[in-house]
């Protein structure tokens, strides 16, 4: 098992949840981050006043996906997230070791 971690757009996320179920990928975890990189966060104004916002919200997935699955379920994240310009994000894969499910108690690939 592999997990997929990906740092991407807050407006491509409905664009992978629908190319991950299109392929029969269903579960992941979303959660909202900030981050700092090529992209140098920008200027914004507030009541007159200019000031530099250094981090730029970004949406973080955590998948898990069997080994099979893995170079489709990458390759389908990188479609629907890119546009061919700065801040698209970063793709992660790190191994999982083990897997359980909570409510069944399945483990490995069963769980996911």
Same mark, same amino acid.
């Given at each position: 098992?592999?997990?997929?971690?990906?740092?991407? !757009?807050?407006?491509?996320?409905?664009?992978? !949840?629908?190319?991950?179920?299109?392929?029969?990928?269903?579960?992941?975890?979303?959660?909202?981050?900030?981050?700092?990189?090529?992209?140098?966060?920008?200027?914004?104004?507030?009541?007159?006043?200019?000031?530099?916002?250094?981090?730029?919200?970004?949406?973080?997935?955590?998948?898990?996906?069997?080994?099979?699955?893995?170079?489709?379920?990458?390759?389908?994240?990188?479609?629907?997230?890119?546009?061919?310009?700065?801040?698209?994000? !970063?793709?992660?894969?790190?191994?999982?070791?083990?897997?359980?499910?909570?409510?069944?108690?399945?483990?490995?690939?069963?769980?996911?």
């Amino acid at each position: 098992m592999k997990k997929i971690e990906a740092i991407i !757009k807050p407006f491509k996320l409905d664009d992978v !949840k629908e190319a991950l179920s299109e392929i029969g990928i269903y579960g992941m975890t979303v959660t909202e981050v900030n981050g700092y990189g090529r992209q140098k966060g920008h200027k914004e104004i507030y009541r007159g006043a200019e000031y530099v916002v250094d981090f730029v919200p970004k949406i973080k997935l955590d998948i898990v996906v069997t080994d099979d699955r893995l170079d489709e379920a990458v390759e389908t994240i990188r479609n629907a997230t890119n546009s061919g310009k700065i801040g698209d994000g !970063k793709i992660f894969v790190l191994p999982v070791e083990r897997a359980i499910r909570v409510r069944t108690g399945e483990s490995g690939d069963d769980a996911i």
